[in-house]
């Protein structure tokens, strides 16, 4: 990947974004945030209970939901499938206003590709706080439903103001440069 400034990498990511919901039959243009799982690890029960149940939480929030997987998830509709090879890892990536990063997801990659991503604590982030305009990352304190969908929420209300959204952005991608 080619180092972009985040006006670059924005613009591109929503010509990216345009692509990936044409293929998906989505609606486009969305205002809505996309929000993306990559698993490309092995998912725990807990893990897959999250998805379901932020499955299940997200049909009352304005978002679109993406996952990249070898296979489809029973009980998650509200989610587009994608397959799992490397062209389309690449694609959601950059497509993907955020990323529900889970242990075996690399942090710096999904940063460095713009997206912001929703996590437990880890060394390379910071929760995002608005009052002080710091933090590169929304943080989720357990593994349970209502905190993974507490971190989601406050990530798509922070997508409304482009100015917030970009700065975390921008904070991100300074994480591997």
Known sequence: MSYLSVDETLAQKKEIKKKVYKGLSLKYPSKKPLISIIADGELSESELALIRGLNEAGKDIDVDFLILAESG?????????????????????????????????????????????????????????????????????????????????????TYKFPWDFKHIVRTGMKIGV
């Open 73 to 157: 998830f029973d009980g998650c509709s509200r989610f587009q499938f994608v397959p799992y090879n490397l062209g389309n890892r690449e694609m959601v990536l950059e497509a993907s206003d955020f990323v529900l990063a889970f242990k075996f997801n690399d942090i710096e990659e999904i940063m460095m590709h713009g997206a912001v991503p929703i996590c437990k604590n880890r060394a390379e982030v910071e929760n995002y706080d608005a009052q002080t305009e710091k933090g590169n990352a929304f943080i989720y304190k357990n593994d349970t439903v209502f905190s993974v969908f507490e971190a989601s929420v406050r990530a798509i209300e």
